[in-house]
Structure formats: structure tokens, C-alpha cells
């Protein structure tokens, strides 16, 4: 035995039981914290599989509301609902259908499940057959203004189903101004908008296309969502879109933008929240398949790390897991 050091500070003593870890743990990480992405589609009693995203599945209204009721039961307080519409077109009209698969999927959450806070995407590239996330001009550009008058209608029809957040993820600018100015002109002044303010063009949604079947099927997303070089950018679009009245500000991809969380949380005074994208979850999913890591172990790191870095909430397809591993 050596003598012992003599040192002016020892951290370790903090971590010598779990008692003491817990008692001065800086972060916590709770169900409550969490919403669930789900997939929904026209027909019964289906649930398919989504293979690039193991344990993910796109959803039938009728089957939805059981997974709905799962999630609940675990915790986990809100869902959020993209759709896979029968049918798209290149103005993606499907978007303003009041019989369309998700205002439908809303109508049954509110029924069966109306504690359940029920956000829905607000996108075009879900119902348009190019797959763009906005209308094209004649030279195949998106045209924004165009795109923010119909996810502005669109809204008003998710909101008059039911939903208590719309989500607008195709970063037009000034649609969120031109979404809450729709939404209070129709009654629906409590309906939350959550922006997806901070939205880079990522490599990590790749599973997701392939989960929403909205590839896009010329060019890519570069000309409307942010080029993952730029950090102030993310500061002014927070900006903006807070100024048009956002009443939560989302930053997406997750993991490769925790600096981006840490920047905005001192200077954004609403609810921020962190989208930890399909890509994010399938790479741990793959190498938790292979026997690479431990899903659990990695996933809740994850989680912990981005609520670190100043996500106030975090969209996650671990959501059930997550709110069950919590309280086991
Ligand atoms: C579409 C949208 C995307 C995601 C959420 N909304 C894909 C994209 O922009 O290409 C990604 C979600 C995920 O990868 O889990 N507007």
C-alpha cells in the first residue's frame, strides 16, 4: 500500500454510491419529458413493419390507438403523428383533407385516449408525389410563400380534428406566422405551435424516408433546410420564429446538434425541444443487433445527453422504452 496522495480536491468521493450519484445528478431524464413519432397509414388492422427503424411500425388508425394507449400507459405524454396518405399529388392537396388519414387518426386518439397530448407534422413532402416539402414553381424550385399559405389551411383542418400541437418541419420562413395567424382566425387560439426551428439537411433521416415514403425524388432538401456548418443561423431562425409565435422551438437532428441545444438554451424563454431522428435511433438499433453495444446503455445516454445539453423535451422512437426502462 503507497502512501496515500494528499489532494486538494478528490471528485470521486461524489461517486462512491448510487445514493450520493442520484442525490447531486445535475440532469434528470423522465417520461414526462418525452414524445413518441408514430407512423400512420390508410387501412385496418395493419401494422408494417418499418425495416429500417427495428421496432417501428406504420399504423392503421384502429391499431395506432392501441399503441397510443401503450405509450400512455408507460408514461410518455404526447405522441407526434406523420402521415402516409393513399394517394399524393404535386400540390400535396392531401394535406388539407378533413377525411385524410391523419385528421382521421386524431379524431380516434381524442376519443380514446383524450388525455394524451396529440401533435401532428405539418409538411407537405408527406402528401406530395415529388416529395418536396413545398409546392414547386414552374422552374422546380419550392415556392415559400405558396407552401406557408397551405400549411397555414392545413393547420386550421389538423386543429378543427382535434390536435393540440401542429408542427410545421418544412422550414419555409415566415410560416409560422402565417400558421398562427390561420389558427387564431379559426378559433383555435389554444392550439400550441411547436417549430421546427433548427433543422439541418442530415444524412440521419434516411430511415425515416423510408418510413414516411417521402423521398424526395429529384434533388435534395439543401435549398430550405439549414447547411450543418452554420451554429448563429440556428440562432436567428430561434429568433424569428419565436417572434411569429411559436410556443416551442424544436432543433433536429439531435445528437450532432447538442452545441446548437447549449447555445439556444440561455437565450430562447420557451420550452426547447430536441428531435432524436430516425437515423439516430437506427445506428443504435443496428449495433445493439450485432451484440456492439447495449441498447438500453446507449439509448438512455443518449436521452440524458441531449436533456444536458437544454432540451426541455425530446422527441424519440425510444419514447415506450425509454419511459419503461425509467421506471423499472
Ligand atoms: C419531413 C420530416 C423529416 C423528418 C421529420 N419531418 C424528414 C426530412 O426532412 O427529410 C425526419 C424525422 C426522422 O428522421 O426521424 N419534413
Request: net charge negative; no cysteine; proline share 4%.
Given at each position: 500500500m503507497s502512501e496515500p496522495l494528499w489532494l486538494p480536491e478528490r471528485p470521486r468521493r461524489l461517486r462512491q454510491t448510487a445514493a450520493i450519484r442520484q442525490m447531486v445528478a445535475e440532469t434528470d431524464l423522465r417520461a414526462s419529458q418525452l414524445i413518441y413519432p408514430l407512423f400512420v397509414r390508410t387501412g385496418r388492422g395493419e401494422a408494417r413493419p418499418i425495416a429500417s427503424m427495428p421496432g417501428q411500425h406504420q399504423w392503421s388508425a384502429d391499431r395506432l390507438v392501441g399503441e397510443v394507449s401503450r405509450a400512455a400507459a408507460a408514461g410518455v405524454p404526447a405522441v407526434m403523428l406523420f402521415g402516409i396518405p393513399a394517394s399524393k399529388d404535386a400540390q400535396g392537396?392531401?394535406?388539407?383533407?378533413?377525411?385524410?388519414v391523419v385528421p382521421d387518426a386524431v379524431r380516434r386518439l381524442k376519443d380514446a385516449c383524450p388525455e394524451v397530448i396529440v401533435m401532428v407534422d405539418l409538411c407537405l413532402c408527406d402528401y406530395t408525389d415529388h416529395g418536396h416539402c413545398g409546392l414547386l414553381t414552374p422552374r422546380g424550385t419550392v415556392d415559400n410563400d405558396a407552401t406557408a399559405a397551405r400549411l397555414a389551411r392545413a393547420a386550421v383542418v389538423f386543429a378543427d380534428a382535434g390536435a393540440d400541437v401542429v408542427a410545421p418541419?418544412?422550414?419555409?420562413?415566415g410560416r409560422v406566422g402565417a400558421i398562427r395567424a390561420a389558427l387564431d382566425a379559426s378559433g383555435h387560439e389554444q392550439t400550441l405551435v411547436l417549430s421546427y426551428a433548427v433543422k439541418y439537411a442530415s444524412g440521419f433521416y434516411a430511415p425515416f424516408r423510408e418510413a414516411a415514403?417521402?423521398?424526395?425524388?429529384?434533388?435534395?432538401?439543401r435549398g430550405y433546410q439549414m447547411d450543418v456548418?452554420?451554429?448563429?443561423e440556428a440562432l436567428r431562425e430561434a429568433r424569428l420564429d419565436m417572434a411569429e409565435g411559436a410556443d416551442l422551438l424544436m432543433v433536429k437532428p439531435a445528437l450532432s446538434s447538442l452545441d446548437i441545444l447549449a447555445r439556444l438554451a440561455p437565450v430562447v424563454d420557451r420550452p426547447l425541444a430536441a428531435y432524436q431522428v430516425s437515423g439516430e435511433y437506427s445506428q443504435i438499433m443496428a449495433a445493439a443487433e450485432r451484440g456492439w453495444l447495449d441498447e438500453r446503455t446507449a439509448a438512455l445516454e443518449t436521452l440524458l445527453a441531449i436533456r444536458r445539453a437544454g432540451a426541455s423535451v425530446i422527441l424519440t422512437y425510444f419514447a415506450v422504452k425509454a419511459a419503461q426502462w425509467l421506471s423499472a
Open positions: 392537396s392531401g394535406i388539407e383533407d378533413t377525411e385524410g418541419s418544412d422550414m419555409m420562413d415514403e417521402n423521398r424526395p425524388q429529384f434533388g435534395d432538401r456548418a452554420n451554429a448563429r
